[in-house]
């Protein structure tokens, strides 16, 4: 089992679908300034389709989006290889998806860092 589909699982989401755009820093600075008001690169953006108004009637999760370019220089500031650092870049959009949100901070950023721990 991947560790998308085994986040999914454990939160009892397993029906659910996302998308996983990896793309560069200019597109995710793009986004980043067009839905967040913030008009620079970051490393991942979430974008869940279970926000807004009505039911929610798709399986249908949300995005995940990873700049690679924006990953590969936090992987060699952390000496750890790119593809640790993807995958928690990977798991940090998931959570977001999930509900989790590090940015209230106090227990809720706790939560979520021990989830991503956990999965890592």
Not at 33 to 38: K, N, Q, S, V
Not at 95 to 118: N, Q, T
Request: charged share 35%; with cysteine.
């Amino acid at each position: 089992m991947d560790l998308a589909e085994k986040i999914l699982k454990d939160s009892g989401r397993s029906d659910a679908e996302l998308s996983l755009l990896i793309t560069d820093d200019e597109e995710i600075r793009s986004l980043n300034r067009d839905y967040r008001g913030i008009d620079h690169p970051t490393d991942v953006l979430s974008f869940s389709q279970l926000e807004g108004e009505g039911p929610a009637v798709t399986p249908m999760l949300g995005d995940v989006v990873i700049s690679w370019e924006t990953a590969e220089r936090q992987a060699l500031e952390l000496e750890c290889p790119l593809e640790e650092e993807m995958k928690r870049l990977l798991v940090h959009g998931i959570l977001h998806l999930l509900g989790h949100d590090h940015e209230e901070g106090g227990e809720a950023e706790r939560l979520m860092r021990e989830m991503e721990e956990r999965y890592l």
